[in-house]
Protein backbone atom coordinates (compact mmCIF):
# COMPACT_ATOMS: atom_id res chain seq x y z
CA UNK A 1 0.00 0.00 0.00
CA UNK A 2 2.63 2.50 0.73
CA UNK A 3 4.82 1.29 -2.30
CA UNK A 4 1.99 2.34 -4.60
CA UNK A 5 1.65 5.46 -2.80
CA UNK A 6 5.23 6.33 -3.05
CA UNK A 7 4.85 5.69 -7.02
CA UNK A 8 2.02 7.68 -7.54
CA UNK A 9 3.73 10.47 -5.93
CA UNK A 10 6.92 10.11 -8.17
CA UNK A 11 4.55 10.12 -11.30
CA UNK A 12 2.79 13.14 -10.59
CA UNK A 13 6.37 14.77 -9.63
CA UNK A 14 7.48 13.69 -12.97
CA UNK A 15 4.47 14.88 -15.09
CA UNK A 16 5.28 18.38 -12.75
CA UNK A 17 8.47 19.08 -13.83
CA UNK A 18 7.65 17.95 -17.83
CA UNK A 19 5.25 20.56 -17.78
CA UNK A 20 7.38 23.76 -16.29
CA UNK A 21 9.69 22.56 -18.95
CA UNK A 22 7.16 22.69 -21.75
CA UNK A 23 5.87 26.16 -20.54
CA UNK A 24 9.27 27.38 -19.85
CA UNK A 25 10.38 26.08 -23.67
CA UNK A 26 6.78 28.12 -25.23
CA UNK A 27 8.05 31.08 -23.37
CA UNK A 28 11.28 30.82 -24.87
CA UNK A 29 9.79 30.27 -28.72
CA UNK A 30 7.29 33.26 -28.76
CA UNK A 31 10.34 35.45 -26.86
CA UNK A 32 12.64 34.60 -29.97
CA UNK A 33 9.61 34.88 -32.47
CA UNK A 34 8.80 38.32 -31.31
CA UNK A 35 12.00 39.67 -30.95
CA UNK A 36 12.99 38.45 -34.65
CA UNK A 37 9.99 39.73 -35.73
CA UNK A 38 11.04 43.31 -34.29
CA UNK A 39 14.24 43.20 -35.93
CA UNK A 40 13.33 42.44 -39.13
CA UNK A 41 10.62 45.54 -38.72
CA UNK A 42 13.43 47.37 -37.95
CA UNK A 43 16.06 46.51 -40.77
CA UNK A 44 14.91 46.76 -44.38
CA UNK A 45 15.84 45.52 -47.58
CA UNK A 46 15.77 47.94 -50.45
CA UNK A 47 16.36 48.00 -54.01
CA UNK A 48 18.13 50.16 -56.72
CA UNK A 49 15.59 51.58 -58.85
CA UNK A 50 15.50 53.91 -62.39
CA UNK A 51 13.48 56.68 -62.01
CA UNK A 52 13.95 60.48 -62.54
CA UNK A 53 14.77 62.62 -60.17
CA UNK A 54 15.06 66.34 -59.66
CA UNK A 55 17.18 68.42 -57.13
CA UNK A 56 15.08 72.05 -56.35
CA UNK A 57 14.93 74.94 -53.92
CA UNK A 58 10.91 75.96 -53.06
CA UNK A 59 9.91 78.84 -52.23
CA UNK A 60 6.38 81.25 -51.50
CA UNK A 61 6.17 84.25 -54.31
CA UNK A 62 3.92 86.99 -55.49
CA UNK A 63 3.13 87.75 -59.28
CA UNK A 64 3.10 91.47 -60.15
CA UNK A 65 3.35 93.22 -63.85
CA UNK A 66 7.46 93.27 -65.13
CA UNK A 67 6.23 96.79 -66.59
CA UNK A 68 4.28 99.32 -65.19
CA UNK A 69 3.48 102.81 -64.20
CA UNK A 70 1.88 104.71 -61.85
CA UNK A 71 0.33 107.57 -63.22
CA UNK A 72 -0.02 110.46 -60.84
CA UNK A 73 -0.92 114.85 -60.69
CA UNK A 74 1.72 116.85 -61.12
CA UNK A 75 -0.20 119.53 -60.01
CA UNK A 76 -2.86 120.65 -57.49
CA UNK A 77 -6.41 120.78 -58.69
CA UNK A 78 -10.07 119.14 -59.00
CA UNK A 79 -10.07 115.86 -60.94
CA UNK A 80 -12.50 116.98 -63.65
CA UNK A 81 -12.30 114.30 -66.64
CA UNK A 82 -11.41 110.76 -66.08
CA UNK A 83 -11.31 108.67 -69.45
CA UNK A 84 -10.51 105.17 -68.33
CA UNK A 85 -11.69 102.75 -65.97
CA UNK A 86 -9.82 99.80 -64.80
CA UNK A 87 -9.57 96.87 -67.33
CA UNK A 88 -9.22 99.50 -70.16
CA UNK A 89 -6.13 99.06 -72.52
CA UNK A 90 -4.90 102.18 -73.16
CA UNK A 91 -2.46 103.72 -75.59
CA UNK A 92 0.88 105.84 -75.66
CA UNK A 93 0.08 109.50 -76.08
CA UNK A 94 -3.75 108.93 -75.01
CA UNK A 95 -5.81 111.35 -72.91
CA UNK A 96 -6.53 109.80 -69.86
CA UNK A 97 -7.48 112.57 -67.07
CA UNK A 98 -8.40 116.73 -67.04
CA UNK A 99 -7.51 118.42 -63.68
CA UNK A 100 -9.33 121.93 -63.51
CA UNK A 101 -7.01 123.72 -65.80
CA UNK A 102 -8.81 127.45 -64.97
CA UNK A 103 -6.11 128.70 -62.13
CA UNK A 104 -3.37 127.95 -64.32
CA UNK A 105 -4.56 129.26 -67.12
CA UNK A 106 -5.15 132.58 -65.39
CA UNK A 107 -1.50 132.45 -64.30
CA UNK A 108 -0.45 132.49 -67.93
CA UNK A 109 -2.51 135.26 -68.74
CA UNK A 110 -1.19 137.25 -66.35
CA UNK A 111 2.25 136.47 -67.44
CA UNK A 112 1.67 137.40 -71.16
CA UNK A 113 0.09 140.51 -69.58
CA UNK A 114 3.27 141.32 -67.29
CA UNK A 115 5.36 140.33 -70.37
CA UNK A 116 3.76 142.87 -72.70
CA UNK A 117 3.93 145.19 -70.03
CA UNK A 118 7.80 145.19 -69.96
CA UNK A 119 8.29 145.23 -73.41
CA UNK A 120 6.71 148.41 -74.00
CA UNK A 121 8.54 149.93 -71.33
CA UNK A 122 11.54 148.32 -72.95
CA UNK A 123 10.80 150.32 -76.11
CA UNK A 124 10.30 153.30 -74.19
CA UNK A 125 13.49 153.50 -72.11
CA UNK A 126 15.48 152.42 -75.99
CA UNK A 127 14.18 155.43 -77.40
CA UNK A 128 15.81 157.25 -74.09
CA UNK A 129 19.20 155.92 -74.66
CA UNK A 130 19.05 156.84 -78.25
CA UNK A 131 18.11 160.45 -77.15
CA UNK A 132 20.63 159.91 -74.32
CA UNK A 133 23.32 158.96 -76.61
CA UNK A 134 22.94 161.98 -78.99
CA UNK A 135 23.11 164.39 -76.14
CA UNK A 136 26.36 162.85 -75.50
CA UNK A 137 27.53 162.49 -78.60
CA UNK A 138 26.60 166.77 -79.18
CA UNK A 139 28.64 167.71 -75.68
CA UNK A 140 31.57 165.62 -76.91
CA UNK A 141 32.02 167.25 -80.18
CA UNK A 142 31.32 170.17 -77.98
CA UNK A 143 34.03 169.87 -76.14
CA UNK A 144 36.85 169.96 -78.57
CA UNK A 145 35.95 173.78 -78.85
CA UNK A 146 34.98 174.44 -75.23
CA UNK A 147 31.20 175.35 -76.76
CA UNK A 148 30.05 173.32 -73.54
CA UNK A 149 31.05 172.64 -69.90
CA UNK A 150 32.65 169.62 -68.31
CA UNK A 151 30.15 169.67 -66.31
CA UNK A 152 27.53 169.25 -68.96
CA UNK A 153 29.30 166.85 -70.82
CA UNK A 154 29.93 164.65 -67.69
CA UNK A 155 26.19 164.96 -66.72
CA UNK A 156 25.33 163.88 -71.06
CA UNK A 157 27.38 161.13 -70.33
CA UNK A 158 25.83 160.01 -66.71
CA UNK A 159 22.19 160.42 -68.10
CA UNK A 160 23.72 157.53 -71.44
CA UNK A 161 24.72 155.00 -69.12
CA UNK A 162 21.91 155.27 -66.72
CA UNK A 163 19.54 154.69 -70.08
CA UNK A 164 21.93 151.54 -70.97
CA UNK A 165 21.40 150.47 -67.57
CA UNK A 166 17.87 151.06 -67.03
CA UNK A 167 17.09 149.14 -70.47
CA UNK A 168 19.28 146.23 -69.52
CA UNK A 169 16.96 145.57 -66.39
CA UNK A 170 13.58 146.16 -67.90
CA UNK A 171 15.39 143.13 -70.75
CA UNK A 172 16.33 140.88 -67.59
CA UNK A 173 12.72 141.75 -66.13
CA UNK A 174 11.12 140.00 -69.46
CA UNK A 175 13.69 137.22 -69.34
CA UNK A 176 12.47 136.38 -65.66
CA UNK A 177 8.76 136.84 -66.71
CA UNK A 178 9.30 134.29 -69.95
CA UNK A 179 10.65 131.99 -67.23
CA UNK A 180 7.92 131.74 -65.50
CA UNK A 181 5.21 132.27 -67.96
CA UNK A 182 6.98 128.78 -69.72
CA UNK A 183 6.83 126.90 -66.14
CA UNK A 184 2.95 127.97 -65.88
CA UNK A 185 2.18 126.77 -69.22
CA UNK A 186 3.84 123.43 -68.47
CA UNK A 187 1.63 123.30 -64.97
CA UNK A 188 -1.17 123.98 -67.37
CA UNK A 189 -0.14 121.52 -70.08
CA UNK A 190 0.19 118.84 -66.85
CA UNK A 191 -4.01 119.55 -65.88
CA UNK A 192 -4.16 117.31 -69.18
CA UNK A 193 -2.74 113.76 -68.27
CA UNK A 194 -1.84 111.11 -71.11
CA UNK A 195 -0.55 107.57 -70.88
CA UNK A 196 2.88 107.25 -70.97
CA UNK A 197 2.83 103.23 -72.50
CA UNK A 198 0.73 100.84 -73.98
CA UNK A 199 -0.97 98.39 -71.77
CA UNK A 200 -3.81 97.95 -69.24
CA UNK A 201 -5.24 100.19 -66.70
CA UNK A 202 -5.37 97.87 -63.42
CA UNK A 203 -6.11 100.41 -60.38
CA UNK A 204 -7.48 103.37 -60.16
CA UNK A 205 -7.02 105.29 -56.44
CA UNK A 206 -8.89 108.81 -57.50
CA UNK A 207 -12.40 109.56 -58.13
CA UNK A 208 -14.43 112.14 -59.84
CA UNK A 209 -14.03 115.50 -58.79
CA UNK A 210 -11.49 114.66 -56.01
CA UNK A 211 -8.97 117.17 -54.71
CA UNK A 212 -5.39 116.30 -56.02
CA UNK A 213 -3.13 118.05 -53.75
CA UNK A 214 0.83 118.22 -55.37
CA UNK A 215 2.07 119.88 -53.17
CA UNK A 216 3.36 117.26 -50.45
CA UNK A 217 3.16 113.79 -52.34
CA UNK A 218 2.09 113.12 -55.72
CA UNK A 219 -1.22 112.04 -55.64
CA UNK A 220 -1.61 108.38 -57.75
CA UNK A 221 -4.38 108.45 -59.53
CA UNK A 222 -4.26 105.23 -61.86
CA UNK A 223 -1.76 102.39 -63.13
CA UNK A 224 -1.04 100.99 -66.05
CA UNK A 225 0.79 97.80 -66.78
CA UNK A 226 1.42 95.67 -69.44
CA UNK A 227 0.34 91.95 -68.58
CA UNK A 228 1.92 90.23 -71.43
CA UNK A 229 4.78 89.25 -68.95
CA UNK A 230 4.60 89.28 -65.50
CA UNK A 231 6.85 88.92 -62.66
CA UNK A 232 7.23 86.76 -59.85
CA UNK A 233 8.66 87.84 -56.59
CA UNK A 234 10.10 85.20 -54.63
CA UNK A 235 11.38 85.23 -51.19
CA UNK A 236 14.26 82.47 -50.58
CA UNK A 237 15.63 81.96 -47.39
CA UNK A 238 19.02 83.33 -46.15
CA UNK A 239 20.08 79.22 -46.39
CA UNK A 240 18.98 78.87 -50.22
CA UNK A 241 19.86 81.76 -51.94
CA UNK A 242 23.85 81.00 -52.52
CA UNK A 243 22.60 78.02 -54.11
CA UNK A 244 20.54 79.97 -56.73
CA UNK A 245 22.14 81.67 -59.74
CA UNK A 246 20.71 84.32 -62.70
CA UNK A 247 19.21 82.45 -65.98
CA UNK A 248 18.40 79.18 -63.23
CA UNK A 249 15.10 77.53 -64.55
CA UNK A 250 12.47 77.81 -62.27
CA UNK A 251 8.66 76.75 -62.57
CA UNK A 252 5.48 77.64 -60.44
CA UNK A 253 2.05 76.27 -59.76
CA UNK A 254 -1.10 79.13 -58.36
CA UNK A 255 -3.59 78.20 -56.38
CA UNK A 256 -6.69 76.83 -58.30
CA UNK A 257 -4.12 76.00 -61.37
CA UNK A 258 -4.34 72.37 -60.80
CA UNK A 259 -1.65 70.48 -62.36
CA UNK A 260 -0.55 73.42 -64.93
CA UNK A 261 2.87 74.81 -64.40
CA UNK A 262 4.52 78.30 -65.62
CA UNK A 263 7.99 77.96 -66.59
CA UNK A 264 11.03 81.13 -66.39
CA UNK A 265 14.35 81.71 -65.84
CA UNK A 266 15.76 83.40 -63.15
CA UNK A 267 16.26 87.46 -64.00
CA UNK A 268 17.68 89.22 -60.93
CA UNK A 269 18.39 88.40 -57.22
CA UNK A 270 18.19 91.68 -55.33
CA UNK A 271 21.09 92.42 -52.84
CA UNK A 272 18.89 93.60 -49.83
CA UNK A 273 17.12 91.43 -47.31
CA UNK A 274 13.83 91.59 -46.19
CA UNK A 275 13.41 90.52 -42.08
CA UNK A 276 10.33 89.17 -41.32
CA UNK A 277 9.58 87.98 -37.94
CA UNK A 278 13.49 87.42 -37.56
CA UNK A 279 14.03 85.36 -40.72
CA UNK A 280 15.91 86.74 -43.69
CA UNK A 281 14.29 86.46 -46.92
CA UNK A 282 16.17 87.32 -50.03
CA UNK A 283 14.09 88.45 -53.08
CA UNK A 284 14.75 86.82 -56.37
CA UNK A 285 13.07 87.74 -59.63
CA UNK A 286 11.47 85.31 -62.24
CA UNK A 287 9.75 86.90 -66.07
CA UNK A 288 7.19 84.50 -66.78
CA UNK A 289 5.21 85.17 -70.46
CA UNK A 290 1.49 85.67 -70.15
CA UNK A 291 0.17 86.07 -73.40
CA UNK A 292 -2.82 84.39 -72.21
CA UNK A 293 -3.36 86.52 -69.05
CA UNK A 294 -4.11 83.88 -66.94
CA UNK A 295 -1.61 84.99 -64.41
CA UNK A 296 -2.83 88.29 -62.25
CA UNK A 297 -1.15 90.69 -60.15
CA UNK A 298 -1.14 89.70 -56.47
CA UNK A 299 -1.70 85.76 -57.30
CA UNK A 300 0.68 83.40 -54.82
CA UNK A 301 2.70 81.07 -56.44
CA UNK A 302 4.66 77.86 -55.24
CA UNK A 303 8.47 78.23 -56.55
CA UNK A 304 10.73 75.53 -57.67
CA UNK A 305 14.06 76.46 -58.21
CA UNK A 306 15.35 73.87 -60.55
CA UNK A 307 19.30 72.85 -59.27
CA UNK A 308 19.34 70.02 -61.47
CA UNK A 309 17.46 66.92 -63.16
CA UNK A 310 18.41 63.33 -64.23
CA UNK A 311 16.44 61.01 -66.31
CA UNK A 312 15.95 57.07 -66.04
CA UNK A 313 18.94 57.23 -63.46
CA UNK A 314 19.46 55.22 -60.49
CA UNK A 315 17.87 56.21 -57.40
CA UNK A 316 18.11 54.72 -53.88
CA UNK A 317 16.31 56.25 -50.90
CA UNK A 318 17.63 58.46 -48.71
CA UNK A 319 17.29 55.24 -45.76
CA UNK A 320 19.77 53.43 -47.93
CA UNK A 321 22.65 56.34 -47.00
CA UNK A 322 25.28 55.86 -44.75
CA UNK A 323 27.42 58.60 -43.06
CA UNK A 324 29.03 60.84 -45.59
CA UNK A 325 32.98 60.16 -46.49
CA UNK A 326 35.00 63.47 -46.13
CA UNK A 327 36.63 63.25 -49.97
CA UNK A 328 37.76 66.79 -51.53
CA UNK A 329 37.27 65.34 -55.36
CA UNK A 330 33.49 65.62 -55.90
CA UNK A 331 33.53 65.67 -59.45
CA UNK A 332 31.51 62.58 -60.29
CA UNK A 333 29.63 62.70 -56.99
CA UNK A 334 29.46 62.86 -53.30
CA UNK A 335 31.19 59.97 -51.21
CA UNK A 336 28.85 57.99 -48.89
CA UNK A 337 28.95 54.91 -47.27
CA UNK A 338 26.25 52.10 -47.93
CA UNK A 339 25.01 48.80 -46.77
CA UNK A 340 25.20 45.84 -49.91
CA UNK A 341 23.54 42.66 -49.77
CA UNK A 342 25.23 40.01 -51.95
CA UNK A 343 23.83 36.84 -51.47
CA UNK A 344 23.38 36.02 -47.74
CA UNK A 345 26.46 38.72 -46.50
CA UNK A 346 25.79 42.33 -45.98
CA UNK A 347 29.00 44.17 -47.11
CA UNK A 348 29.61 47.67 -46.64
CA UNK A 349 30.10 49.92 -49.58
CA UNK A 350 31.50 53.52 -50.72
CA UNK A 351 29.43 54.83 -53.61
CA UNK A 352 28.95 58.10 -55.34
CA UNK A 353 25.98 60.20 -54.78
CA UNK A 354 24.75 63.15 -57.49
CA UNK A 355 21.12 64.95 -56.81
CA UNK A 356 19.33 64.97 -53.42
CA UNK A 357 16.24 65.86 -52.89
CA UNK A 358 14.09 64.68 -49.75
CA UNK A 359 13.33 61.04 -50.86
CA UNK A 360 15.61 60.00 -53.39
CA UNK A 361 19.34 60.25 -54.37
CA UNK A 362 20.85 59.97 -57.71
CA UNK A 363 23.75 56.90 -57.66
CA UNK A 364 26.41 58.12 -60.37
CA UNK A 365 29.37 55.31 -59.44
CA UNK A 366 28.92 52.06 -57.43
CA UNK A 367 25.76 50.33 -58.17
CA UNK A 368 23.32 48.92 -60.66
CA UNK A 369 19.69 48.82 -60.75
CA UNK A 370 18.56 45.50 -59.08
CA UNK A 371 21.41 46.26 -56.49
CA UNK A 372 19.41 45.52 -52.60
CA UNK A 373 20.95 47.57 -50.12
CA UNK A 374 19.87 47.02 -46.04
CA UNK A 375 18.21 50.58 -44.39
CA UNK A 376 17.64 51.62 -41.16
CA UNK A 377 13.89 52.39 -40.94
CA UNK A 378 12.86 55.80 -38.84
CA UNK A 379 9.84 55.81 -37.41
CA UNK A 380 8.51 58.75 -39.15
CA UNK A 381 9.57 57.17 -42.60
CA UNK A 382 6.81 55.16 -42.67
CA UNK A 383 4.36 58.08 -42.37
CA UNK A 384 5.94 60.03 -44.98
CA UNK A 385 6.19 57.08 -47.40
CA UNK A 386 2.62 56.97 -47.67
CA UNK A 387 1.97 60.50 -49.07
CA UNK A 388 2.14 61.09 -52.26
CA UNK A 389 5.45 62.89 -53.51
CA UNK A 390 4.35 65.33 -56.27
CA UNK A 391 6.34 65.27 -59.18
CA UNK A 392 9.15 62.89 -58.41
CA UNK A 393 9.89 60.19 -58.43
CA UNK A 394 8.48 58.93 -61.97
CA UNK A 395 6.93 55.64 -62.13
CA UNK A 396 9.50 52.36 -61.80
CA UNK A 397 10.73 54.17 -58.29
CA UNK A 398 9.88 51.85 -55.20
CA UNK A 399 7.64 52.72 -52.77
CA UNK A 400 9.08 51.49 -49.36
Known sequence: MTGNFNKGKLTYVKWLALFALLLIATAGGYLWITSGKSESHDIQTLEVAVGDIEENVTAQGKLEPKEYVDVGAQVTGQLQKLYVDIGDNVSAGQ?????????????????????????AQLEGQQAQVIFARQQFERNRALMKSRGVSEQDFQSSEFNLKKAVATAASIQAQIEQVQSTLSGDRTNLG????????????????????????????????????????????????????????????????????????????????????????????????????????????????QMFFVLGRADNANLIPLAALGR??????????????????????????????????????????????????????????????????????????PRL
Open 190 to 301: YTKIFAPIDGTVVTRTARLGQTLNANQTTPMILQIAKLDAMTVRAQVAEADVMRLTADLPVYFTTLGSGDRRWHGKVRQILPSPEVLNNVVLYNVLVDVDNRDRQLMSGMST
Open 95 to 119: LLVEIDPRVYAARVQADEANIKNLR
Open 324 to 397: RLPERDNAVGKAYQVRQVVGQVVTEKIVRIGLLNRRFAEVREGLAAGDRLVGMARPDDKSKDKRKGKGYPTPGV
